[in-house]
T-cell receptor, first 111, second 114 residues
Framework: KNEVEQSPQNLTAQEGEFITINCSYS?????LHWLQQHPGGGIVSLFM???GKKKHGRLIATINIQEKHSSLHITASHPRDSAVYIC?????????????FGKGTHLIIQP | DGGITQSPKYLFRKEGQNVTLSCEQN?????MYWYRQDPGQGLRLIYY???????QKGDIAEGYSVSREKKESFPLTVTSAQKNPTAFYLC?????????????FGEGSRLTVL
């Protein structure tokens, strides 16, 4: 089964710090999703990317296809960014069961 | 506003009982999915449907059943055959081939078996 590894599992930082969450996957993909899970459990899609870089507000997602690696960056972090961040890799040629999720990174931003 | 509505948010069940979790979307999406989330694990696919009146098993379908009689509705039944049903359940949808479109999720349903 295709594997998706996230690091770190847990991250605590101070408000204003620059945050990086990493995601590695094992085989070629069609797309990679970054998701945010709120403390209440609901999940919101942040990015879907297949190459390069995307930016939305203080969030930046990058992907390196050759290295099979993606990063999610948060600039000027804020306590409201505290959440679980999940990456999910969509594998080329796969069906719905070809979407593999990482275990998530639990981020806490302290004021 | 368009979105996915899951209900109930919390559900308690006695062993041996079947329960049904509701998932409704008004996004006009063809594809709908049910995932299970357990502590320390990634989301795992239970069932998915890419069109009305059709659905396929995911990785962990045993002990679950679904129906897709309407485009907007994809209910999940957790049967008494599911050996460890206590978990957080998430419904999702997207417009077509899942890897080509943004995923939308509901707020989840937390099932506890007493």
């Amino acid at each position: 089964k295709n594997e998706v590894e996230q690091s770190p599992q847990n991250l605590t930082a101070q408000e204003g710090e620059f945050i990086t969450i990493n995601c590695s996957y094992s085989v070629g993909i069609s797309a990679l999703h970054w998701l945010q899970q709120h403390p209440g459990g609901g999940i919101v899609s942040l990015f879907m990317l297949s190459s390069g870089k995307k930016k939305h507000g203080r969030l930046i997602a990058t992907i390196n296809i050759q290295e099979k690696h993606s990063s999610l960056h948060i600039t000027a972090s804020h306590p409201r960014d505290s959440a679980v961040y999940i990456c999910a890799a969509a594998y080329s040629g796969g069906g719905a069961d070809g979407l593999t999720f990482g275990k998530g990174t639990h981020l806490i931003i302290q004021p | 506003d368009g979105g996915i509505t899951q209900s109930p948010k919390y559900l308690f069940r006695k062993e041996g009982q079947n329960v049904t979790l509701s998932c409704e979307q008004n996004l006009n999406h063809d594809a709908m999915y049910w995932y299970r989330q357990d502590p320390g694990q990634g989301l795992r696919l239970i069932y998915y449907s890419q069109i009305v009146n059709d659905f396929q098993k995911g990785d962990i379908a045993e002990g679950y059943s679904v129906s897709r009689e309407k485009k907007e509705s994809f209910p999940l039944t957790v049967t008494s055959a599911q050996k460890n049903p206590t978990a957080f359940y998430l419904c999702a949808s997207n417009a077509g081939r899942w890897y080509a479109g943004e995923l939308f999720f509901g707020e989840g349903s937390r099932l506890t078996v007493l």
